[in-house]
Each structure stands twice: as C-alpha cells, then as structure tokens.
C-alpha cells in the first residue's frame, strides 16, 4: 500500500527540522534532503512497528500547508 504524507521542513539553527503533519512524526538532519530523508524512514518504521488503532488514531486525513500574509502596525 502507498501512502502521500506532507513534509514542513524548516531550518532550526544549523539544521532542518522535519515535520509530518498527518502523523505527528517528526525527524531533522543536517541539510534539508537528509531531513527530508530522515523523516520518510521515521514515517516508515512507525507504519511498520505502530498498531493499526495507533495509526488511525494519529491520522489526519486534511492537512492544508498555506502561507498567510500579516500587517503589523
């Protein structure tokens, strides 16, 4: 079975954090590609090792990523 899971990868002081908003899973690495790897292996080994009510308990099925434009006076 394939999954489609959303990346928010951010730079946190000399690295990137990895976030996966649908599962609250979370990894980092030292550039944003070894994040971006770390974090599709951290999804993987908690598919493999969480239980099916785990996993459906933690799932969110929308999660919409848009940027949002602020006016502070």
Not at 28 to 46: C, H, K, M, P, Y
């Amino acid at each position: 079975m394939n999954y489609q899971f959303t990346a928010v990868i951010e730079r946190e002081g000399n690295g990137y954090v990895a976030l996966c908003p649908e599962l609250d899973v979370a990894s980092q690495g030292d550039t944003v590609d070894q994040a971006r790897s770390n974090l599709r292996e951290a999804i993987e080994l908690f598919l493999e090792c969480a239980a099916p009510e785990e996993i459906h308990g933690r799932l969110h099925n929308e999660v919409y990523v848009t940027r949002l434009e602020i006016a502070v006076a």
